[in-house]
């Protein structure tokens, strides 16, 4: 298979997980547009809310990204048995990982005002935590059913799916945060009951289609019953993938805490730039989990030579679209921000400037942002996680957490520094993992 095939064999898997990934952001999207017209000490405490929440879904998600990588080497050899068994045990850890995290949800109020937040900002995150907390559970369950559909070439419905929720949670929002069709009026509220509403749907719609359409692998067959060797499998490979997501959000997280030290229009005008970035790294996220697949499939074949070119594909697709991200984020930065914002809200002024500031940065880090998540997404596939895991860690809490602190508040540099640390960290992580791969591409088939 020449490159062109392989281009085309990556889109074709690809984009409709890049669809499904800014499907999904939509609803996180949604929450932040609706809430920025409601009022901007609500947009202040759902970002913050929103980042620690993000950060543990995605934390979650490892065991997914597992599910991800032994259904794809297993589907390859037509392994039918080992397809169920990794599914069904990363739906068993999922739902222990979120029963585990419930707690610090429910109580996030005193560990928010002891990271620096405002008394106002903690309390409305915690309002919102409460609800969107129990979320969590079908939220990760979505993600490994979405992960196995991806893994059996089924990535179509993925897509389909995620639209369906983003669509219907903006009717959930529109009715539930002002007041709309009939119901009550609940701001903040109103918001996190239409996310766990939403998670429950797609849930349904998930389980629904992989028992109707994929018979022949029989998922839910004795889901009750622990399987413990492929519980070990799921638990070792994913265990590092989550830890490493772990560095990367909460780098992000850490980066949210700091801005709202800088007050709640700084925080809000983070907020919005940390959502367009993100929109952005929706397709890398797209692109690294077909490159998982495509890994996963060269693996089970034991096709060294496709393995690497896939490689080279995957990431000269992720540069392709970086460098038509920036374009767009160096030619029209206020754009983005005043889409955020009521016209008639009095901190507008203050912060459109910020926010377009913040927009320049997230132009500056799309090279290297996509590099090192298709770089993790080609390790994972090869089942290479805990390696990954400390040059991941080392790069986002060694590098980059303290230079966006020195950046920020030593060399008084404000939002724009915090941000410049966020580039420093991921730079070091993409090149951190191209060794990695490099060093090693020879003894992933041979291993």
């Not at 979120?98 to 560990?111: D, I, K, N, R």
């Not at 937040?117 to 935590?129: K, W």
Request: net charge neutral; proline share 3%; with cysteine.
């Amino acid at each position: 298979m020449n490159a062109s095939a392989h281009l085309s064999a990556l889109l074709r898997l690809g984009i409709p997980l890049i669809g499904s990934f800014l499907a999904g952001f939509l609803l996180g999207l949604t929450d932040t547009i609706m809430l920025g017209w409601y009022s901007v000490e609500a947009l202040a405490a759902a970002t913050i809310a929103g980042s620690f929440f993000m950060t543990l879904q995605v934390v979650g998600s490892g065991f997914a990204w597992a599910v991800t990588s032994l259904v794809a080497e297993a589907d390859a050899r037509s392994d039918t048995v080992q397809v169920r068994r990794a599914t069904r045990m990363g739906m068993w850890l999922s739902v222990a990982f979120a029963g585990a995290v419930m707690p610090a949800l429910w109580f996030s109020e005193g560990w928010l005002i002891g990271l620096g937040q405002t008394p106002e900002v903690a309390s409305g995150a915690q309002t919102y935590l409460r609800i969107a907390g129990w979320g969590l559970f079908p939220a990760l369950l979505v993600r490994v059913l979405a992960s196995y559909l991806s893994a059996v070439d089924r990535a179509g419905p993925v897509l389909w799916v995620t639209l369906f929720g983003a669509a219907i949670n903006v009717v959930f929002n529109y009715a539930l945060i002002f007041g709309n069709l009939g119901l009550p009026e609940l701001g903040i509220q109103g918001a996190a009951i239409a996310s766990v509403l939403v998670q429950v749907a797609m849930l349904v719609v998930f389980m629904g289609y992989a028992q109707r359409v994929l018979p022949q692998y029989d998922l839910f067959r004795s889901l009750w019953k622990i399987d413990a060797s492929a519980l070990r499998q799921v638990f070792a490979l994913g265990w590092p993938i989550a830890l490493t997501s772990l560095a990367e959000t909460s780098l992000f997280t850490a980066a949210s805490t700091m801005m709202g030290w800088l007050g709640t229009d700084a925080l809000a005008a983070h907020g919005i730039a940390l959502q367009v970035a993100t929109g952005t790294f929706m397709v890398h996220l797209g692109l690294s989990q077909a490159t998982t697949v495509r890994a996963g499939n060269a693996v089970g074949r034991r096709d060294a030579a496709g393995l690497i070119l896939g490689g080279k594909v995957a990431v000269g697709a992720s540069f392709a679209f970086s460098a038509a991200t920036m374009v767009v984020f160096f030619g029209v930065p206020d754009l983005f921000v005043t889409a955020f914002l009521d016209p008639d809200d009095p901190a507008r002024d203050v912060i459109i400037p910020i926010g377009v500031s913040l927009i320049y940065m997230a132009a500056l880090f799309q090279f290297a942002d996509g590099l090192q998540v298709i770089c993790l997404g080609l390790l994972r596939g090869v089942q290479d996680t805990r390696v990954p895991m400390w040059l991941a860690a080392l790069s986002y809490w060694g590098l980059g957490l303290p230079a966006a602190y020195v950046l920020g508040f030593v060399l008084d540099f404000g939002g724009v520094g915090v941000w410049a640390g966020l580039i420093v960290g991921l730079l070091g992580a993409a090149v951190l993992l191209v060794w990695r791969f490099t060093a090693r591409r020879g003894v992933y088939i041979t291993a």
